[in-house]
Structures are given as structure tokens and as C-alpha cells.
């Protein structure tokens, strides 16, 4: 049975210590509806506004004033075709992002055009969304570059996001889906580094004659408990 990795390893402590792994994980699927909206996610968002002027709504489903949106979205998206794309990002499901746009409530309005971007918070009106797409830009100002999350800030940000959510679907296959305990878990990862640091350590003496130096007494110790659990609780690598 193949072995999580160190570097794993070490993220999934780090989750568990900081309290992310209780949450559940909720992994992103394209809509069925034919809308020509289009669905952002962490891992298309840099593409997407890459290829042009688009304007986007940060929602989540339980909120009112995001359902409301929903039918002037759908109309804005055939009012701007042709010259501004329209996207929307779902917060909850997309927190690296969420954060990364820094969302302070919901909906949030985004257009991003030039390299820049501007933040809206007028009107929700298809006239005054449509018109701020198109030139209202011109007079607004733009979000400084420290703020703005197609910045190399932003994107910087994007990455640090990322871990608790990687964190969290890693604590999420181990223990909702291959069914470990979070001891377990907790009792896998402290023995791994371990593991690893005396491997390192055994592979560089070469010889007693070349390189005479003895191994300390916890480390066998250790390395002898590490043995002995995972012999009982072997943790295989999620798939």
C-alpha cells in the first residue's frame, strides 16, 4: 500500500492544528443549464480574464440578494455579448478565490479590463451594470495594485489561499472517505517526518570505518514506535 508523502504529511498537520479539517469539502461541477455565463474557479480564473474585459459576481446560494441577481446576470450576459464576458464565482465553494478577490460580503461585483480592476458598487440595474462594463470604468478608479488580485500581490495571495483548501480535501479523502480517524491521522503524520529524517540520517554514514557516528537511543526508540504503528494503521496515499 503506497505511503503519503513528507510533504503532505506535514500540510495535513498543520490543518488538523489549525482546526480546517472539521469542515466539509465542497468540490465544484460544471451547471447543467446552458447559460453563457461563465463559472470561475481557482483554476480558471487567470486564463479567463486574461482573454478580455469581463465583469463578474462573487455569489453564494443562500443569499437573497444574490438570488435576486440571478435573472439581471443571465440578461446582462446577452446585453454585453460580443464585448465584456460575464462570469460569476460561487464563494463558498471557491474560498482560495474568495479570498483572493478579498470578498467582504455578497454580492461583489468585479470588473477586470487592462490589467486592472474596479471594484462595483452602484446600482444592480441591467442599465447601470451594462453602462459601467462598457465606459463607466473610465471614471471609476481602479483598485491599487496591492489590492487588486490579478496583481502579482494577488496572484501571491491566490497561492497562500490555496493551502487550507488543499488542506482540507486532503483531511477530507482520509477521513470522510478511506474512513481514519483523526488519531489515526494525527498518529500517521507525527511518525512520517520522523521516519524520513532518520532514513536521511542512516543513508549518509556510509560505513562504521568512514564515518563513526552512533545513532542516539530515542531515535531507535522512536523509529521503533513509528514502525510498530504503521504496521497497524498503514496510511495510503488518496487517489
Known sequence: MTRLTVPLVILLILSLLVGESSSAVTVYKAGKSKSKVIELTDDNFDAEIAKGPMIIKVYADWC????????????????????????????????????????????????????????????????????????GWQTAEALPFYKSPNSFVGKGVGLVSRVPVQ????????????????????GGMLMFPSSSAYSSYAA???????????????????????SRFQSFYPVPYPS
Request: with cysteine.
Open 64 to 135: 437573497s440578494h444574490c438570488r435576486a441577481l440571478v435573472p439581471i446576470w443571465e440578461e446582462l450576459v446577452e446585453e454585453l455579448e460580443g464585448e465584456v464576458s460575464v462570469g460569476q464565482v460561487n464563494g463558498p465553494s471557491q474560498k482560495a478565490l474568495q479570498n483572493r478577490l478579498s470578498v467582504k460580503g455578497y454580492p461583489a461585483i468585479f470588473l477586470f479590463r487592462n490589467g486592472k480592476t474596479w471594484e462595483y458598487n452602484g446600482s444592480r440595474g441591467i442599465v447601470q451594470l451594462s453602462s459601467f462594463a462598457r465606459t
Open 167 to 186: 488542506l482540507e480535501k486532503a483531511y477530507h479523502v482520509l477521513h470522510h472517505e478511506q474512513s481514519y480517524s483523526n488519531l489515526t491521522i494525527l
Open 204 to 226: 549518509s554514514i556510509k560505513s562504521p570505518s568512514t564515518l563513526d557516528i552512533p545513532i542516539p537511543t530515542w531515535i531507535e526508540a522512536l523509529m521503533t514506535s513509528a
